[in-house]
């Protein structure tokens, strides 16, 4: 695998950077909150030009992340971290960090079960009663209607005259 320079692996995050950035998204955008020009930001997405610290500097502030991370080659990790705004989380409560952390760690151990658990396999076999066979597959092919859904293979009508007694006449 060959390395990429410094003027590609600077393009490329800031491409990425940009794609995931609504507030960042153009040229125009990220010049005018970096406070360098819009061309210098154009021979740098091209990888024309090496960039100067203070323009670095000010990429990566205007992204709210480190000048490391923004000159990290990505390509080298097989799948790159996830990008977020490091500022706004910085001022989330307490709580809230401690309930991402949370998340990424049950999200990473249950991969990690994953990986380690075989797949679910019974070992005891159990008998089944002589005929529940049989009317399991009565019960699937029968058509569903009313006089179906009751119990066993009455009707309708028997189950009417069965809860009703006739009268005595006294």
């Known amino acids: 695998m060959t390395r990429l320079n410094t003027k590609q692996i600077l393009a490329a995050n800031m491409r990425r950077l940009m794609d995931t950035s609504a507030s960042l998204n153009t040229q125009v955008k990220l010049a005018a909150r970096a406070g360098i020009a819009q061309s210098t930001v154009g021979r740098l997405l091209r990888g024309e030009v090496y960039a100067q610290l203070a323009q670095v500097e000010a990429i990566a502030d ?19 971290a996830p990008t977020y705004d490091k500022i706004a989380f910085a001022k989330l409560p307490a709580t809230e960090k401690a309930q991402i952390s949370a998340f990424i760690d049950f999200v990473i151990q249950r991969q990690d079960e994953s990986k380690m658990s075989d797949p679910l396999s019974l070992s005891k076999k159990t008998d089944l009663p002589p005929d529940l066979k049989d009317r399991l597959m009565e019960a699937i092919q029968r058509e569903l209607n009313d006089d179906t859904l009751t119990l066993g293979h009455e009707s309708k009508t028997e189950r009417r005259t069965k809860g009703r007694r006739k009268r005595s006449s006294s």
């Open 62 to 80: 205007a992204f709210h992340i480190t000048v490391g991370e923004l000159l990290t080659d990505h390509s080298l990790t097989s799948e790159s």
